[in-house]
Structure formats: C-alpha cells, structure tokens
C-alpha cells in the first residue's frame, strides 16, 4: 500500500483558492475523499500561519504546514514536531529597508512569524494581511526604529514604476543572502525570504516525515514561488492559470483554479470517483 500512498502539496492563491479565496465545493469534496483513501494533504504557502489557518481546519488536516514559503515550516496542531523557523538577518532587512526609503515604497511590512509591522499605516493593505485578529501584535512605525528581531519575512509595496529598479538593486545588492519573488496580480508586492528558503524545502522535510518517496510527491501550484516546489516534486502540476515559466517545468497543466483544476485532477489521477456537480 505504501507505494500507492500520496503526498499532496497544495498552493493557496490563485490554486486552491478561487479567486474569491474560497475552496470551490467540487475540490473540497476531492481532497476529503483523497485524504479518506489514505493519501496526505498539506498546504504550501507564502502566505504566514494566521492566514492559511481558517483553510487547513476547513480541509479538516492534521498535517505540517509551509508557510512564508519555506521560511517557517511547523505543525499547527503538534507541538512536538520540531519548527522550523529561519528568519532573514536583521542587519540585512535594516539594508533593504534603507534601499526601500531611498526608492521611496508605497509601503513595507515585515513580519515575525505572526506578528506584523507596518512602516505606514495603510488600511487597504492591513484588510489583505487580516490584522484585525486580537491574537497578532501589529506595530505601526518606521521599520528604521521599530523591527529588532530577524523578521521571517519583508514585503514591499513598490511604486509601479520602480518594480524593476527594485528587483534590479535586490539583485545587486542582496542576491547572495535573500530570495525574493512577486506576487501576483492585482498586487505589485515584492516578497523577501532567507536565502535558500522555497517550498520545496518544506515539502523535502515533510515527505521525509511520512516516508514518502519523491516521485509521490504531486504538488500543485501557479507562481513563480511555486517552482522550486513543482520541480521537485514527481508529479508537477501547474494551474492553467499560472505563469508560462511554471508550466514549462511542470509534468501535467490542471484546470484553473477558477474550474476546480485541483479537484478534476485529483479525481482522474488518483481514481477517487468524486461525484460531479
């Protein structure tokens, strides 16, 4: 049985989620009958522990979960497993912040695990970071002054006309000690992580976890933060709806996220027989 066992990473913008960010009903059926046949499901994600939550609970998982891309990687439900925290240098971020002043950013965000810090106060952007749970600390202030500890990630919130530029001096400046990657549309925002750190970190340490050979690892996904991910797993999918460059490295192109590509292809690969609708 154990060869017919599958690991099932699953990206959350713009893969899992609609994008209403919702799990469509039809996927959400597929992955609980995937999990009822034995297979196992973990979520894959940029996004930090508090805004992927609400998703694995309603997924029903017991499982380890990525986060911030690679950078946190943890068990929201076992304490004892072993976290994985692997923040960016502080002196670092100070650096970037410095070059974001001097470019002058809408904005920057940096977070520590789930604690926010916001440079400006920006009402638009505390609504997409769901910092209005009690449970997290937000800090609003220049980051010069107020991040002391190694943040677990950095966002920056460019002016249009200064993406490249900044991308650019990243490169220039910070390409030996940091990742960073774009988000997707409607968001220019430019994500920082720790050097070294992508998903397909993760999924090596969880697979390993389970005992899972690599070419049962099915990973879906539809950025350019997804790569490492979709490259190292054994079976690759990229959304329909994802960037060329994903879906030129990956094995199978699924349905949108918009059209249950995550719960067709689940049925077909796996047999599950999930009743249409």
Avoid at 37 to 42: D, S
Avoid at 87 to 92: A, E, I, Q, V
Avoid at 97 to 116: G, P, R
Avoid at 199 to 214: C, E, F, P, S, T
């Amino acid at each position: 049985m154990e060869s017919n066992k599958y690991l099932i990473a699953l990206d959350l913008d713009g893969t899992l989620l609609t994008d209403d960010k919702v799990i469509s009903e039809r996927t959400k059926r597929t992955v609980l009958k995937a999990k009822e046949a034995g297979h196992i499901v973990v979520i894959a994600t940029g996004r930090p522990h508090r805004a992927s939550i609400d998703y694995y609970h309603e997924l029903g998982l017991d499982t380890p979960m990525v986060n911030f891309n690679g950078a946190l990687i943890h068990h929201p439900t076992d304490k004892k497993w072993e976290v994985l925290h692997s923040p960016l240098p502080n002196r670092t971020a100070k650096k970037i912040i410095q070059t974001c002043y001097d470019l002058q950013v809408k904005n920057i965000m940096a977070e520590i695990s789930d604690d926010i810090y916001f440079d400006k106060y920006d009402e638009e952007l505390m609504d997409i970071f769901q910092t209005s749970d009690d449970n997290y600390k937000v800090t609003i202030g220049s980051l010069k002054n107020e991040l002391k500890d190694d943040p677990t990630s950095l966002l920056i919130h460019p002016r249009v006309d200064h993406i490249q530029k900044l991308r650019q001096n990243l490169d220039d400046e910070h390409a030996s000690v940091i990742e960073h990657r774009k988000w997707g549309a409607p968001w220019n925002v430019i994500e920082i992580v720790r050097k070294g750190m992508n998903k397909a970190v993760g999924l090596k340490r969880i697979a390993h976890y389970y005992h899972i050979n690599q070419k049962n690892i099915i990973a879906f996904g539809d950025e350019d933060n997804d790569l490492e991910m979709i490259e190292y797993a054994g079976v690759g999918v990229a959304m329909s709806n994802g960037i060329d460059e994903l879906k030129g490295i990956a094995n199978h192109i699924a349905a949108s996220n918009e059209e249950d590509g995550i719960g067709i292809f689940l049925d077909n690969f796996l047999n599950l027989g999930t009743i249409k609708g």
